[in-house]
Structure formats: C-alpha cells, structure tokens
C-alpha cells in the first residue's frame, strides 16, 4: 500500500509539472457545466420537477457529476497504456518491483487527485456562485457520498484498466477507448441520470458496475436513496469493486503468461 | 563464488501468424471436416491464419557467477533482448529452467526486481516529465532503501555519475548522454547485485561512450555488481567485459574470456605488406590474403602458420618490400567475420 502512494505522488507531481494546463483545464470544465446546466434548464423549462426530481438537484447532480465523478480520464489510460504496448515501453514499467494493475490504478488515482483540487473544487465553488448548489441531503448522505466517490474510482479505475489490457491482444487502443467511452458516457448516468431512463433499461443498467461510477454517488449525495437503501447500494458497489479487481488480476496473470513484448 | 544466473536447456519461441490466402481449396476441407464431424480439420479449414512457432532462443544452458562482467552479443534478431527479458522475468520461457538470484525470474517477478538494475538503453525508467532528483527520490521510495543508507550511495552516485549539474532538470530535457547516465546511476542507487543492461551506450556519442563504460566498469570493480551487458558495440563489450558470450538464431556459438576467442577462432595476426609497386599474384606460407591486388596487401595469419617473419622472407617477387605492419585483430574483426560466416 505504501508503495500504492509513492506512485500516487509521482503521478500527482507529473500533473503538477505542467502548471500552464490548470487554466485550460479549469475553462473547459467550466463550459462542460455550463453546457450542461443550460440544457436541463431548458429540458425543464419552467416545471419544478420531471419524473419527481427538481431542477437544483438536477443542476447539481451536473455540478458534481462533471468536476468529481467524471469519466473522460479513463479514455487517457487506455490511450496512454496503449501506446506504451504498442511501443514496447511496457517493459520498463514492468521491471518495477510492484504489481503492474495496481500500478496503474495508482497512477489513475494520483492524476484524479490532482485534478480534482485543481479543477474540479475550484470550478464547483465557482460555478456554485451563481447557481444553487444543493448542500447534501444529510450528515449520513455525505459519509456514504465520500464512500460512494472511492468506489466510483475504484470501479472506473479498474475497467479502464481492464480495457487498456485488451491492447495486449488487439495492438491498438483505440477501439478499446472508444468502446469504453461510449459504454461510461451512457450507462454510467454522467449524461443522464437513469430516472430518465426507460423502466425497462433502468432495471438492466441500475445493476451493472457502470452507474457506481457517476449515478448513484450523486442519488445518495441527493438524498433520491433512503438510507437502508443506500447503505445496500454502497455495499453492491464493494462487490463491484472486488469483481473487477478480480478479473484485472487474472486477466494480468494470464497476459503474464502470453505476453509478447513489442520493438525488441 | 556462487552462480548468480544459471539456466538449463532455456527456450522461447513466439507464435507468428501469416495470413492466409482463400483458396478453393478450402471449401473442400469445410465439406470434408462437416461430413467427417472433424472439427480440428474444420478449425484448419476456416482458419484464415496459419501459426508458426519462430524460435527466438534455442536450448541455451548459460551459468554466471557472481562478480562477472558478461558481454551478451550476437547480430540482430538474435535473441538477445528475449534472453535480458527472460533473465528479469518480463517473458515467460517456452521451456527450460532458469534461477537468477535463486529465483525462477517470472514466478519472482517483484522480488527480484528489488535486487536487480535494468538499463534499456532505447526506454527510459526515469520519470520524463519531473526533475531528476524527484525520480531519485521516488526510486528510493519504490525500493524501500533506508534514507540514511541511500544519502550515502546517492552522494556516491552523483558524484562518480557527474549528475550534481543537472539534477534539478526535468529529465525530458536532459541530453542523451546526460540521461543514460542518470539511468545508469538509478539502476544502482538500491544498491543491487545484477545490472542488466541492454544497448546501454546506443546513440552516445564517443566521449560519452567512454565515459560510461568507465562507469560500469567501476560499478563492477567497485560496487561488485555483476553485470550482463548486451551490446552492438564491440568495444563496449572488449573494454568492459571479462567474459563474453556470442549467440547466433537463439544458441551459444561462443562463450568464455574474451583474450580466448581470438585463440578459438584462428586468426591471430593481421599483417599488412606494402610494397613498392603491384607484386602481382603471390603466395605467403600460411597466411590468408585478403586483398590480391594494388602494392598494399593484407594477411591473416593463423596460430598453425610458420613465424610470419620466415614466410615473409621465403616471399617469391621483384617487389621491394617497403613496410610491414602486424597487428592483433580485434574482437570487431573476429565478431564481424562469425557474422559474415553466418549470413553465407
């Protein structure tokens, strides 16, 4: 584990080297909310509530969901990752004394912080001035919010992961970007909460992994989840947790087996 | 001594997948492998690649003992890189057996990585955009070396590695040279017992070079590292190595000292005659020529030959000779003449 935040910090300090790219950061994270804002202003035109959720909750859902719990880093991961396979510079990181998967969620982890206290608060204090920005439902809402935020790396971390591992056999990432990219934006609720989904999609998505990464921080941050039911939710994410650490690890120990480094 | 690397009948091969054309052929195979429920044949029959294993090392048994300093060498495609690879337990072997540090590398992937350095001369380990003392730094912590212990080795390092100038340099902007160095340097800072190094002094230039060779020689001397250097350069080899292994489509073709492989393989003496003009066709006792024509000739004389002194003196021509120059090959003539002998 102590390991796991030396990476961390290396990552963190890599991000931190490029101090030019904050502001560009900060302004695109800024558009993305304020793009998103306006758009369930106007899909709510003058009604207070659609499917018994409010506007402010649903402009804060966007808030938070955008500048805490977003999914656009997973499509770097796989890219990056994918190169290095592609190039065979691989190799140097698996010549370190540590556990490759883990790695990568480490560096995962330590470039999120970053962002997350460079842009994300900053834009969610900002943009808070001049929208409501709703307070959590309850003490108990927060406590299992932050809970809720590790799970929703964790689960992010490890598919991206997963999906960088697949370039192992497919030699190039972007397929496997695109595909991810495609499944978080829709499944994970970043773009659409699932109460505005069809029933019968919802009762197939509201048990997959994806909707742990955005959604259902933000239903328990909301107060939409009653506690006992959020308490059970947090839990199914854990088992989500463990189910796809389980399968990063045996995809890594079988890749272990079968790998064929690139460029001699 | 202890062995430190020891191997037994190792192999690697990889799969290598060709396409394959559709040939009507093919049609038949479905039929037959449907009518026959054949599925294997089937299998073959749609399959729209065919696999070959490539054997990248064949039945290599090396043994390195603790201390030593192995030049690992061999033209491209060698397999060179796929031994390096296996050694650190980045590659898995096809079959055989391997232990380096007592260990089956890929079964003790993370634990041996702790008392090895790697040097890939082609990919850096440094961390490209933070300054170099940072990937020190962080190195020491990713190794779990006592801060006190790594002060004194790092002082050591620095100074012997000439890094003080450029350590608060981003390593992205660090000159080759100055980077392999630093790569060298961290390969060694927690304090390993095997140093491998794969195409170290590749796109150096000649100082550089030098110098670097210096360095691993005193890592060696010194540190009592041991060292496994695989390497296109020669002299890299001939300057920094006692032993050296050549290896050829996967197997040892030779393996023992350096000052040895002159002795194996013949050829111990370059002589060059000058004459004062074209001798025309001559004959030298013992001696291979070269060049047969225009007043400069050159011979390759082998241990069985007569002295070259009495060989000279038995030379048969109008010819005055005007210099004699003998000189002892070096193991770049040799190496390039095992090369030459292979590709014919």
Redesign the interface.
């Known amino acids: 584990m102590r390991i796991f935040f030396v990476f961390a910090e290396a990552s963190f300090r890599v991000q931190a080297s490029f101090s030019r790219q904050v502001f560009v950061l900060i302004i695109g994270a800024l558009i993305n909310v304020v793009a998103r804002v306006a758009i369930w202003t106007s899909v709510y035109d003058e009604q207070s509530s659609v499917s018994g959720v409010e506007l402010n909750q649903m402009v804060t859902y966007s808030i938070i969901g955008t500048c805490l719990l977003l999914t656009w880093d997973s499509g770097l991961t796989i890219r990056d990752l994918g190169a290095e396979i592609r190039s065979g510079h691989i190799a140097n990181k698996l010549l370190l004394p540590y556990q490759f998967p883990l790695f990568s969620l480490a560096l995962q982890f330590g470039a999120r912080v970053h962002y997350v206290l460079t842009t994300g608060l900053p834009v969610i204090i900002l943009v808070s001035l001049f929208t409501g920005l709703l307070p959590p439902a309850s003490m108990f809402a927060l406590g299992l919010f932050i809970i809720s935020c590790a799970i929703s790396f964790a689960i992010l971390f490890s598919l991206s992961t997963i999906f960088a591992l697949i370039c192992f056999w497919l030699f190039n990432a972007i397929s496997a970007e695109l595909m991810l990219r495609g499944i978080l934006v829709l499944l994970s609720g970043e773009l659409v909460p699932l109460w505005f989904f069809p029933e019968g999609l919802a009762r197939v998505v509201e048990n997959l992994p994806f909707c742990w990464i955005t959604f259902y921080p933000m239903a328990i941050y909301l107060g939409e989840i009653d506690h006992g039911a959020a308490v059970l939710t947090v839990a199914g994410g854990l088992i989500w947790v463990s189910v796809l650490l389980s399968i990063l690890f045996l995809l890594w120990r079988r890749i272990c087996q079968t790998i064929a480094l690139q460029g001699g | 001594m202890n062995a430190i690397i020891q191997t037994r009948n190792l192999s690697k091969s990889?799969p290598k997948r060709t396409a394959r054309n559709w040939r009507p052929k093919v049609m038949s195979g479905v039929w037959q492998g449907l009518l026959m429920a054949d599925w294997t044949g089937l299998r073959q029959a749609i399959s729209t690649q065919t696999t070959n294993m490539i054997s990248a090392i064949d039945d290599v048994s090396l043994t390195v003992q603790e201390g030593e300093c192995v030049g690992y060498l061999g033209p491209n495609g060698a397999g060179k890189?796929t031994m390096i690879?296996i050694m650190?337990g980045?590659?898995?072997p096809t079959s055989g057996s391997i232990s380096v540090l007592g260990r089956t590398p890929?079964e003790n992937?993370?634990?041996n990585?702790?008392q090895f350095g790697?040097v890939?001369g082609?990919?850096?380990?440094l961390?490209w955009?933070?300054q170099l003392h940072?990937s020190f730094e962080?190195h020491r912590?990713?190794?779990?070396v006592d801060p006190l212990e790594f002060r004194m080795r790092r002082g050591e390092l620095i100074e012997a590695f000439d890094l003080l100038d450029i350590l608060d340099r981003?390593v992205r902007l660090l000159s080759l040279g100055q980077r392999m160095r630093a790569e060298i340097a961290m390969a060694l800072m927690h304090n390993p017992k095997l140093l491998f190094l794969d195409e170290p002094t590749i796109g150096l230039d000649l100082v550089a070079k030098d110098r670097l060779r210096t360095y691993v020689r005193r890592a060696n001397r010194d540190l009592a590292v041991t060292v496994i250097i695989t390497s296109h350069d020669l002299k890299d080899i001939e300057e920094v190595c006692t032993r050296i292994v050549v290896v050829n489509e996967g197997s040892i073709v030779f393996d023992g000292p350096i000052s040895s492989i002159t002795a194996k393989l013949g050829y111990t003496k370059k002589v060059q005659v000058t004459f004062d003009r074209d001798p025309g066709n001559i004959n030298l006792l013992g001696a291979q020529e070269k060049n047969a024509s225009g007043p400069v000739r050159h011979f390759l004389f082998d241990d069985a030959a007569p002295s070259i002194l009495s060989s000279l003196k038995s030379l048969d021509t109008s010819a005055q000779l005007v210099d004699i120059k003998i000189e002892d090959p070096g193991v770049e003539d040799i190496i390039r003449k095992i090369y030459a002998n292979w590709s014919t």
Not at chain 2, 122 to 125: A, F, M, P, T
Not at chain 2, 141 to 144: A, S
């Open positions: 990889f890189s690879k650190t980045i590659l898995v890929h992937r993370v634990e990585a702790r790697s890939f082609q990919r850096s380990q961390w955009d933070l940072h962080l912590r990713i190794y779990g981003p």
